[in-house]
């Protein structure tokens, strides 16, 4: 089945600066892939997703670029801020199913101020 | 519109005991999914519910069952609890189109410790 693996685990970057999460799937069917932001006693909140027939989005200050060959998508928020401070999951899925959505083992950003 | 509305936010239960925690999706929306949170396993998949019917079940033990009602408002039961099943445990309702209906939206959660 499919497998997501997430990386780094924690992540502590200035205020202003750029952070980058990446994540691997390994079934190469997956064609939908989501970003989840978890915020301290609140449960994920879709920030932003990709189809496998686009290669990157944008929204605002937010990006995520897929890489279909290499089986690699990212995270990139540019200009961060403090309350971007939150617990980034990714995930792949290989239907339109919530059962079939495989989440990435999360990481903690940390903004410094 | 009101977001996926969770309860109990916070339930303390001793082991052997049962629970039920209760959903409900945002409004419209059909399909109701529940996931356990730990810190060591993640977000886990427990069941998929559309229109009253159980349309997929995680690898959870057979003590953990649901069911969704005709308004769209779902209940997961847990009996016989153990200490590993403390966890945070996660309601998300579906875009009702049926084209997007991967797009999940949480709730807050219930919290549970079994002790």
């Known amino acids: 089945g499919e497998n997501v693996e997430q990386h780094p685990s924690t992540l502590s970057v200035q205020e202003g600066d750029s952070a980058v999460i990446k994540c691997t799937y390994s079934?190469?069917?997956?064609?939908?892939f989501p970003w989840y932001k978890q915020e301290l006693g609140k449960g994920p909140q879709l920030i932003i997703d990709i189809r496998s027939n686009v290669g990157e989005k944008k929204d605002q200050r937010i990006a995520v670029t897929l890489n279909k060959t290499a089986k690699h998508f990212s995270l990139h928020i540019t200009e961060t801020q403090p309350e971007d401070s939150a617990v980034y999951f990714c995930a792949a899925s290989i239907s339109r199913s919530a059962s079939k959505i495989i989440f990435g083992s999360g990481t903690r950003l940390s903004i410094r101020p | 519109k009101a977001g996926v509305t969770q309860t109990p936010r916070y339930l303390i239960k001793t082991r052997g005991q049962q629970v039920t925690l209760s959903c409900s999706p945002i409004?419209?929306?059909?399909?109701v999914s529940w996931y356990q949170q730990t810190p060591g396993q993640g977000l886990q998949f427990l069941f998929e519910y559309f229109s009253e019917t159980q349309r997929n079940k995680g690898n959870f033990p057979g003590r953990f069952s649901g069911r969704q009602f005709s308004n769209s408002r779902s209940e997961m039961n847990v009996s016989t609890l153990e200490l590993g099943d403390s966890a945070l445990y996660l309601c998300a309702s579906s875009t009702p189109d049926g084209v997007e209906n991967e797009k999940l939206f949480f709730g807050s959660g219930t919290q549970l410790s079994v002790l």
């Open positions: 079934d190469s069917a997956s064609n939908y």
């Open positions: 409004s419209g929306h059909r399909s």
